[in-house]
């Protein structure tokens, strides 16, 4: 696994186990499923409700050695909470929401809490969501700040017309807010991009991360359903790669992966001097045992990362 001598390969939790996504069911257990083996080096989280086991969880990725990632999105997503929102009695409820969220990431020791945007308004109020999505990631940057020295904030890019709908969107307009927040001084944030929502975006990966890669933190290791919306995972539903029907296959990923060691991604990481992290978010098609799923998501990075090499492309 030489792999992990340029990064550390991680996964995202309640995306493989969704039954966790609340962080109520299963947690513990599912957790050592991951990290058993000693296959994946860094696993991405959510909130975890319950104070006894989010401490428990805590000592488990760190008596094994695990990095640690904070996705908001979850309750984001489930509490439709909006960072970018217009009436600014609404965003400051949100934006004290998550950083209840962000507490609960610097206990856990996490070095990334990931947000998105909220949902896109439209032309003709975009900039004002703009500007009112990088005010609240200034407030995050600074509030982190006074926390933890190891944490950083990233926005992930997510589908503006497709699924999710949110304000950023596509790649170029995410570089835009990331130059705003970190020209104010807020050098503890970053980008990230997921493989699997580019499709969604129209956007060809090289350019994506080109584009993305003066403000890259993070990258996503993932695939969609975009040509047949009669398709049970239409959208952004993260299935495994080669599904019938998905979006990206093997050489996808491994064309991904060579522009990310192309760029100096892989080697070249701002983590505060640390090893990138490159996650798989992939989910259980319906019917499948999320076990399966992780079998076949492992293999598939093998498999990936043999050609990869053969081509000469790490």
Not at 132 to 152: G, N, P
Not at 199 to 222: K, M, R, T, V
Request: proline share 5%.
């Amino acid at each position: 696994m030489k792999w992990k001598e340029q990064f550390s390969l991680g996964i995202v939790h309640p995306q493989i186990f969704p039954e966790t996504a609340r962080g109520e069911e299963a947690v513990l257990e599912t957790l050592l499923m991951l990290i058993s083996g000693g296959f994946f080096d860094a696993v991405e989280i959510t909130s975890i409700k319950d104070a006894a086991v989010r401490s428990r969880a805590k000592d488990l990725l760190q008596e094994h050695g695990i990095r640690t990632v904070y996705s908001c999105a979850p309750p984001i997503l489930m509490n439709k909470l909006n960072l970018n929102a217009l009436r600014q009695e609404e965003r400051a409820e949100h934006l004290w929401r998550v950083k209840e969220y962000l507490d609960e990431a610097v206990f856990m020791e996490a070095e990334i809490f990931t947000v998105l945007s909220g949902p896109d308004p439209g032309q003709e109020k975009r900039v004002e969501a703009r500007e009112a999505l990088v005010a609240s990631l200034q407030e995050l940057c600074e509030y982190a700040a006074k926390h933890s020295q190891a944490l950083t904030i990233t926005l992930e890019t997510f589908d503006r017309q497709v699924d999710k709908k949110c304000l950023v969107g596509p790649t170029l307009e995410a570089v835009q807010v990331a130059r705003e927040v970190t020209g104010a001084g807020h050098q503890n944030f970053g980008l990230t991009l997921d493989q699997g929502h580019l499709p969604l975006l129209d956007e060809d990966p090289q350019d994506a991360i080109y584009s993305a890669l003066p403000y890259l933190f993070h990258a996503h290791l993932g695939n969609c359903v975009k040509s047949t919306r009669e398709h049970p995972l239409y959208g952004d539903q993260h299935p495994r790669f080669g599904l019938e029907g998905c979006q990206l296959g093997l050489t996808d990923l491994v064309s991904f992966l060579g522009v990310l060691a192309e760029c100096g991604f892989l080697d070249d990481s701002k983590a505060k001097g640390r090893k990138p992290i490159l996650s798989f978010e992939v989910k259980p098609a319906l019917g499948e045992n999320p076990l399966d799923t992780l079998q076949e998501t492992k293999e598939t990075w093998l498999q990936a990362w043999e050609k990869a090499k053969k081509e000469k492309k790490l």
